[in-house]
Every structure is written in structure tokens, then in C-alpha cells.
């Protein structure tokens, strides 16, 4: 009855050895090539993947990958620590930790900005020695008169050296700031470029073969900060492209677009020419090497490709290269995403670039009028699946007008086979109760949602608010459709930025969807769609003063649908004249000075004509 107590014998050959970190990433295992141990890894970095780099604990391994972003804590822990002896001593050792000072800061340059082969190179050679510099350690940095250097300038920036010339202003610390001015060079400015070259000649100019890298960053830095600024989560998400700037040092596709699109945003920001155009000059050859990218069957879905081609719109945004630019961009952004798939935007850089600017994307699928892939469940579910974001109102109203492209081409479709007589009685009513069912269902989701998200939002509603002159902002007539008399309406205020641009979003959505309901009952009303458009334009104001930087990129949609809104010649396509021409001077956006047509949503627009 009783059974064998006695523990089992240890079967030794069931040992295994303790668990230890992986010789080579996850993707170069499965992939089956060489792994270089860097962290990224020099191959992940290559087909544009550094983020999706990582080593699983593996037995029988015993060698930890070398970690970039390790060894630069340690220096600067090292330059810190040898920054605070320096100023302590006065003796000869003094000269001695200069030296190595200077070498220290060599090599964290090196390591932050230098070309990912050069930085595998050094990165092994501190840890061969175990952190102790050899003699022959070959420091290489970004300076003018390095080879190495010089080797990578001629290949990234093409033989051809630029000068700029350096526009100096008087600032006047007491000059009271209007919102109307444009941004100036200042003070802070001038030391930044001349900070930036070796040597200035007697006529004030630098090249670009002579900045200096800390100065490309910090152009890298102003624009982050202004189309990806710091802002808490009820002012909607904005990080995507600060994520996207923080790995653009393990692909050259990055860091040649943020180096052409920063330096182009840095001279029109300051109004120089000169710098403006050495940002275009380096536009071309990104172009070429994304193209190039988009032709490979693997590198169109790393990443870095996805990273740049939303780089470029941001460029468009603000030089309007052509009248196409923009929609050219967005339809290619479209395109890619959907080649990558919804797994692909789970996790990281790639997740934040579809959620972040899926108003975008939606928008562009809006304005082709063609059946779209965002409509489908996967694309609502997929990229959310693991936890990285979570959906807020802006996305559950996104989730709705996804819906819109199809209804569009519905009704597009219906129309022209209407116009040439090619449909029978039977087939033509049942093709018009169809689309009239999807308006019916997609308008009661979106009142639904309003109770479920607007009226209950946790922060307040909107509130009305008299409009003054004391912003510098245009004032808002609209008119009274009853007796044509015009009037100034309340303005609209709200308690972030999230739902200032979820509610214009909506009210622009309610629009382009009322322009094919042609149901006989229910249907908006000429009024409800000319209050639909007064609501973008009373709520323009509070978010145009009171976004950051760029982010007012946001309402570009919103405002060309309320402008499309309303009749040519009245009050309410003046005031978003002056709107458009305020935005464009103020904040350098060639977009917005355009009146920007490629966002059109009406037929033979931009968007629909490829």
C-alpha cells in the first residue's frame, strides 16, 4: 500500500548549465547570420530594425553583448568624475587628466554621432581593455581634418561644400514679443552657428562640411522640439518623432533625413536663405536612398524607412516643395503601412509613428475616396494588442471614420454609373439603400460615441468664451442664415488639447460624411453642416495659442474641410485666410500658407488623383 518514499535520484545528464545572455540578438539567430554583439547589433541596425534588437538568456552562452548606450554612461560617468579633479588640483597631474579628458570626450563623440562601423570598433576596444584606454586607441569624431570623418562626410553629404552666410540681429531684451512676428535669429543663434564651425571667414560665413556635429543636433533638437514637443498625455501623444530622433545615430536613412529636414526647418525658422537651402541640398539624395529603400523587399519594412518617409511629410509641412508634396507622402506612408501590416505597429518607434499620426492616415484614406484597409477590424485591434498605448477618445472617433473612405467610394460609384445610365431601376435602388444604410449606421455610431466619450468626458466640455482682439488672433463672423446678417459667435475653450482636436476632427468628419447623405429623412441639414464648419473655426483659436511648437499640424485637416465648407467671398473664408497666412508667418509652415489644397477631400483632389 504505501509507495516509494525515497526521493528520486538526480539524473545528472537533466542538468542544465545556469541560464546566461545570448552571443548573438534574437533576429540575428533567427535570421542565421553574424551577430556583432553590439547592442544594436551592426546587422539590425543595417536592415533598420535597432529597436527590435535584443538577447534572450540562453544556456551554455557566457558573453554579454556589448552595449553602446553602457559605455556612454560610463564615459560621461568617467568625464564627470575627471571634470571634478581637474578643478580640485593645481599641480602637474593637472595636464596629465586634460589629456585624457580630451581623448575621454573624443571618444564619447566617437561613440554618440561616428558611422555605426567606426562606433563597433571603439565600443570593442573599451571593453578589450576593460575600460582602460590603449595608446593606440584611433580616436574618430565629426570634426573637420579627421580622415575618417572626411571618408564619411563625402560619402553621406556628395563632394559638393556649401557656404551659409550668418545673419546677425539686435536683440532688445525689452521689446515686447507680438504673436504676429516671425522668429528671429538671436543672440543664443549666432553663438550656436559660430559654435558650430573651426574657423569663420572676415565675411561671416560657415560651410556644412564644417559643422561641427553637436551643432546638426542641436538643429535635430529644435526641430523635435517643435513638431514632437514635451506635452502630457491630455494634450494627446507627440513623442514619435523625438523616439524616432533618439535611434537615428544606427541608420543613415535617419540621420541623413533628420540632418536635411532639421537644417531646412532651422534657416526658414530664422528666415536665412542660405541655411535653408543646404537642408535642400541634402533632400535629394535622401530621397534617392529612400527610394531605394522602398525597392528592397526587406528594408521597405524597417523602421528606419517608415520613420523617414514621415520625416519627409513633416518637411513638406514646411516647404511645400510641390503642390503634391504633401499628398504624395501621405499616400506613400498609407502604402507602406499597409505593406508592413498591423504587427509591425506593436511595439516601439513603429507603433507610436501609426498611432500618433493616424489622424493623418485616416485623413489621407478620407481625401482618396477609395475603400481603405484601416476599416478592417485587425488594423482597430492588432496595434493596440500589446499594451505599449492605450485607446483614448481621439482613437475610438477614428475607429468610426475609418468607415467613411468606403462610404465615399459608394456613393462616388453610384453617382457615376447614375450619370451614364447603367444601372437598372432595381440595381440603382438597391445600390442607394445600401450606402443610405451605411450613413444611417455610421451617423448613429458617431452619436453614440459622443454620449459615450464627449459627455462624459472626466475634464469638463468645451466651454464658450467671448472673443476679444487682446491675442492677436482674427476674429470669427459667421453669418445668420436666416436674415444673412453676420455676427461674432462665442469661441470655444477646452480643457486640453486632446479633445480640442478630437471635437474639430469630428466636426470635420460629420462634414465630409453629410456631403453623400442624400437620405430623404434624417439627413444634416444645410444648417447643422455650416454649424459643423462654425465649430472648427470657433475652436481654431484656443489650440492654434495654445499648442506647442507644431502641433498645430493637428488642425491642418480640419481647417481645409471648414474651408471647403463655406461659399468663396464670404466672412468665414476671410477670417481663414488670415488664420492660414497668421499660422504660415508665425510658425514657417509653407503648408498652411498654400491654403493647403492637397488636403482636399472633394473629388479630382490631390489625394484621389494618382
Not at 528594408?299 to 513633416?314: D, I, M, N, P, Q
Not at 498611432?355 to 492616415?361: A, D, H, K
Amino acid at each position: 500500500m504505501g509507495g516509494d518514499t525515497r526521493p528520486p535520484a538526480t539524473d545528472l545528464r537533466a542538468r542544465k548549465p545556469p541560464s546566461r545572455q545570448s552571443r548573438s540578438c534574437k533576429v540575428c539567430r533567427l535570421r542565421k547570420v553574424k551577430c556583432d554583439r553590439v547592442k544594436p547589433c551592426h546587422a539590425c541596425c543595417a536592415h533598420g530594425y535597432p529597436s527590435k534588437c535584443f538577447y534572450e538568456r540562453i544556456p551554455d552562452e557566457d558573453a554579454q553583448p556589448i552595449s553602446q548606450a553602457e559605455e556612454i554612461r560610463k564615459l560621461r560617468a568617467e568625464i564627470r568624475d575627471l571634470r571634478a579633479r581637474i578643478d580640485e588640483r593645481q599641480d602637474g597631474s593637472r595636464t596629465q587628466d586634460l589629456q585624457r579628458l580630451d581623448q575621454l570626450e573624443s571618444l564619447f563623440e566617437s561613440i554618440r554621432s561616428a558611422p555605426p562601423r567606426v562606433v563597433d570598433s571603439l565600443v570593442r576596444d573599451i571593453r578589450a581593455v576593460h575600460g582602460v584606454l590603449k595608446n593606440d586607441l584611433t580616436v574618430v569624431g565629426p570634426w573637420e581634418g579627421h580622415e575618417a570623418y572626411e571618408n564619411y562626410g563625402r560619402q553621406s553629404r556628395g563632394s559638393s561644400v556649401s557656404t551659409l552666410p550668418v545673419r546677425k540681429r539686435i536683440s532688445n531684451a525689452e521689446t515686447e514679443v507680438n504673436f504676429n512676428d516671425p522668429v528671429e535669429l538671436d543672440d543664443d543663434d549666432d553663438e550656436l552657428l559660430d559654435s558650430g564651425s573651426e574657423s569663420t571667414s572676415s565675411s561671416g560665413t560657415i560651410t556644412v562640411m564644417s559643422m561641427q556635429r553637436p551643432v546638426i543636433d542641436a538643429f535635430v533638437e529644435r526641430f523635435v522640439d517643435a513638431f514632437a514637443p514635451e506635452v502630457d498625455i491630455k494634450s494627446g501623444r507627440a513623442g514619435a518623432l523625438r523616439a524616432a530622433a533618439g535611434i537615428r545615430m544606427f541608420s543613415p536613412l535617419i540621420s541623413d533625413a533628420y540632418e536635411a529636414v532639421s537644417v531646412a526647418f532651422f534657416g526658414r525658422s530664422i528666415q536665412s536663405k542660405q541655411i535653408e537651402a543646404s537642408g535642400f541640398r541634402l533632400y535629394p539624395r535622401v530621397l534617392r536612398s529612400l527610394q531605394d529603400a522602398l525597392n528592397d523587399p526587406e528594408r521597405c519594412k524597417a523602421e528606419s524607412t517608415l520613420v523617414t518617409v514621415v520625416l519627409l511629410l513633416a518637411f513638406e509641412s514646411v516647404e511645400r516643395t510641390t503642390q503634391s508634396g504633401v499628398s504624395a507622402h501621405v499616400r506613400g506612408a498609407v502604402r507602406l503601412i499597409e505593406h508592413r501590416g498591423p504587427e509591425n505597429h506593436m511595439y516601439g518607434v513603429e507603433h507610436l509613428m501609426f498611432t500618433e499620426l493616424r489622424p493623418y492616415w485616416i485623413g489621407g484614406a478620407i481625401a482618396a475616396r477609395k475603400p481603405s484597409f484601416f476599416a478592417r477590424e485587425e488594423w482597430k485591434t492588432i496595434p493596440w494588442s500589446a499594451g505599449t498605448t492605450t485607446k483614448d477618445i481621439l482613437h475610438h472617433l477614428l475607429d468610426l471614420a475609418a468607415d467613411i473612405p468606403g462610404l465615399l467610394a459608394q456613393s462616388d460609384s453610384f453617382l457615376e454609373k447614375h450619370k451614364v445610365s447603367v444601372m437598372g431601376a432595381q440595381e440603382m435602388a438597391v445600390k442607394q439603400a445600401t450606402l443610405w444604410n451605411g450613413i444611417t449606421e455610421l451617423t448613429g455610431k458617431f452619436h453614440q460615441w459622443v454620449i459615450d466619450w464627449v459627455e462624459s468626458y472626466p475634464d469638463g466640455a468645451p466651454r464658450e468664451e467671448e472673443q476679444t482682439e487682446d491675442q492677436g488672433f482674427p476674429i470669427f463672423q459667421r453669418r445668420d442664415l436666416r436674415t444673412g446678417a453676420t455676427f461674432i459667435p462665442t469661441k470655444l475653450s477646452y480643457p486640453n488639447l486632446l479633445l480640442a482636436q478630437t471635437m474639430c476632427l469630428y466636426y470635420a468628419f460629420r462634414l465630409i460624411l453629410s456631403s453623400v447623405d442624400k437620405r430623404p429623412v434624417d439627413r444634416v441639414t444645410p444648417m447643422e453642416q455650416y454649424d459643423l464648419g462654425c465649430g472648427i473655426c470657433r475652436s481654431l483659436e484656443w489650440y492654434i495659442l495654445t499648442a506647442p511648437g507644431n502641433m498645430i499640424n493637428r488642425l491642418a485637416f480640419p481647417t481645409r474641410v471648414a474651408w471647403e465648407a463655406f461659399p468663396d467671398g464670404g466672412p468665414e473664408r476671410a477670417f481663414l485666410v488670415e488664420v492660414l497666412q497668421l499660422v504660415e508667418k508665425r510658425h514657417a509652415l509653407g503648408l498652411w500658407g498654400s491654403a493647403m489644397p492637397e488636403l482636399s477631400v472633394r473629388e479630382n483632389s490631390p489625394m484621389n488623383n494618382e
